[in-house]
């Protein structure tokens, strides 16, 4: 057992609300549940959350789709009933091996599962300070959608300042950090979405917008160095027509593929296509890195960063921002007010 440190007022505090899975499916099976608290292990930070984003992990975590998924986190029912990724709060107590952080320290990070709940345990090396400037609703919206982004631009696509990206799926969560992020980079960012969702992408600073309603990118006979895909809903083909000879293409683990294997047939097509082309192909597998947090935290700090929240519910109402994520065409990120 870690040794805690905590403060005294905490001491006693034994439970917590939380939103609980009791099993798969759609939002409406989630549930609002008084549970025991969590204990921080000796590596682990006891944050109290006071805000919390819903992630296109926690549909597939909350749904068991695809399948096989349901390999690793329970066959017949999810292992981890309190679902969630991403949060920000307060830090309330330390585990005896920590070194980075102490009580009272507001911090934002992501875990496998449990942020839609009153306080959650985090492994240190998953947790950043929220920088001066961010607030704790925008640095809750930052983990997962930030840090695929960012892997996606400057580690698989590696985008360089002077060159031009592609973004299919701008106005979603990641979509539009990889606006924020390809400009701080130094790019020249174009992005795709749809007509409803033009001026909120033009006002993350894309300098060029196709509104794939009345334009295709594929047919524009422009070319890009990266085209960071989103959605999945192009063939490689049209996707390899638009970059440059040397261009990468990047997409994300999300690509469609039913309900069973999922994106396994689309990766597979991915991996073996980049064999054969003197462009990259490459897929996107987000790995959550306090290294990664803290660059994004640090492009908070310098004005380059904020993220574009589209609804906040109360934790009570979680389930209406996991369905209002679910429906489609959410743009930019869904927050729940802890």
Known sequence: MAEVHSPQSA???STMT???APQYGPSSVLRT??????TPRADEILVRVRAAAVSQ?????????PYLLRLGFGLRRPKDRIIGHDLAGDVLAVGSEVTGFRPGDTVFGAVDSGAFAEYVCVPEQRL?????????????????????ALQGLRDVGQLRAGQ???????????GTFAILIGKALGAEVTAVCSTRHVAAVRSLGADHVIDYTTEDFAMSGRHYDVLLDLVGNRSLRDC????TPKGVFVSSAGAPGGNWAGPVIWMAKVLLTNLFTSQRIALLLMRPRRADLEFLAGLAADGKLRPLIEKRYPLARAAAAVQHLADGHAEGKTVIVV
Do not use: F, Q, W, Y
């Open 11 to 13: 001491v006693d505090v």
């Open 164 to 174: 031009s990206v592609l973004i299919n799926g701008a106005s979603g969560g990641v």
């Open 128 to 148: 950043a300070l929220v920088p001066a400037g961010l607030g704790i609703e925008e640095a809750a919206a930052v983990p997962d959608s930030g840090m695929t």
């Open 18 to 20: 939380a939103i609980v």
């Open 240 to 243: 390899r027509k638009v970059l």
């Open 57 to 65: 992990g926690d549909l597939h975590l909350l749904t068991g789709t």
């Open 33 to 38: 549940e008084t549970v025991d608290r969590p």
